[in-house]
């Protein structure tokens, strides 16, 4: 069983910045792709980065490009997600999520409790 628990949400004033970090148990972290998705009131969640377990292969939503990334580290079993330049639209709960790249996102296998992340304007 694989297990995510996310950290580093809170409130920040618009422009600001965040760090997610998402910490995996679990044995084959290195064979997952690893991803974030959010969910804003009232919104269905959708999909904001993948990476794929190399860190080779990295996407992003059109609306974060440029000022999100995301990163992992194998050896601490941990994948992040750097917000920057933050926008009251980017208030939701981040969720980190495990499983494999499709064509246009990833498929989810495990799924993480979710931070929220809260931008005043």
């Known amino acids: 069983q694989v297990q995510l628990v996310e950290s580093g949400g809170g409130l920040v004033q618009a422009g600001g910045s965040l760090r997610l970090s998402c910490a995996v148990s679990?044995?084959?972290?290195?064979?997952?792709?690893m991803g974030w998705f959010r969910q804003a009131p009232g919104k269905e969640r959708e999909f904001v980065a993948s990476i794929t377990g190399g860190g080779g292969n990295i996407r992003y939503q059109d609306s974060v490009k440029g000022r999100f990334t995301i990163s992992r580290d194998n050896a601490k079993n941990t994948v992040y997600l750097q917000l920057n330049s933050l926008k009251p639209e980017d208030t939701a709960v981040y969720y980190c999520a495990a499983g494999f790249l499709n064509s246009r996102t990833m498929g989810v296998d495990y799924w993480g409790e979710g931070t929220l992340v809260t931008v005043s304007s």
């Open positions: 679990g044995r084959t972290f290195s064979t997952y792709a």
